[in-house]
């Protein structure tokens, strides 16, 4: 078999696509640390959180590898329904509650509690139990998987409320705490 002689660029196209080359290597290395907005608001994704592809009504969503141990990761979904839409904060908190279970199959108790942001109102919440999933009557209901765990925050930004939910088995939620508090602590208005 005959061998093709290597394909030699001119100099200048050489440099250009070293560039290119460099450039291309640089983004997705970097893609964790771009900051996303949404409402009036942007945050940064922390480092070794995959953006994933665009989906119907979410503004981000976010895979995180599995901690030692889980055999299954978890999702970071930023939701942003639009001005005045996704409902008010009592009721999303109670519908976050109601995703998890404890072990007599009503919701488990959460920790809420309220922040500012650099000026950005958050409510926060955190519940560990059975994961129920969405839920609501356009939903089937899948069977509650146990040893889970909800980290979820509501900003209240300019152009109505984004939702961060982080869900997963609760070993690999707790390895994540420090990285979802850094994602909300980077929350800023979007001038």
């Known amino acids: ?5 290597p394909v030699r660029l001119p ?12 450039l291309s290597l640089l983004v997705p290395a970097s893609a ?3 900051a996303e907005t949404a409402a009036g608001i942007r945050w940064t994704a922390p480092a070794g959180w995959k953006a994933e592809g665009a989906r119907p009504m979410r503004a981000a969503t976010y895979s995180i590898a599995p901690a030692a141990g889980d055999s299954t990761g978890a999702e970071c979904i930023v939701n942003y329904f639009g001005p005045g839409q996704g409902g008010g904060l009592d009721a999303n908190i109670d519908r ?10 009503t919701p488990a ?5 309220k922040r500012t942001v ?6 926060v919440i955190d519940a560990s139990g059975s994961y129920t ?4 009557p356009m939903m089937a209901s899948p069977k509650p998987l146990p040893g889970y765990r909800l980290l979820g925050a509501i900003a209240e930004g300019p152009g109505g409320n984004v939702f961060f939910k982080l869900a997963g088995p609760a070993a690999t939620i ?7 508090e850094l994602l909300l602590a980077s929350i800023q208005l979007d001038k």
Do not use: E, Y
């Not at 108790?109 to 509690?113: F, L, N, R």
């Open 32 to 34: 964790g640390l771009l």
């Open 133 to 136: 999933g969405m839920g609501g």
């Open 109 to 113: 108790m959460a920790k809420v509690d």
């Open 11 to 22: 100099r200048r196209s050489s440099a250009k696509a070293g560039k290119f080359l460099l």
């Open 96 to 105: 976050w509650k109601s995703q998890i279970q404890g072990p007599d199959g």
């Open 174 to 180: 707790a390895a994540q705490q420090k990285h979802f």
């Open 118 to 123: 650099r000026g950005v109102p958050i409510t």
């Open 1 to 5: 078999m005959r061998k093709s002689p």
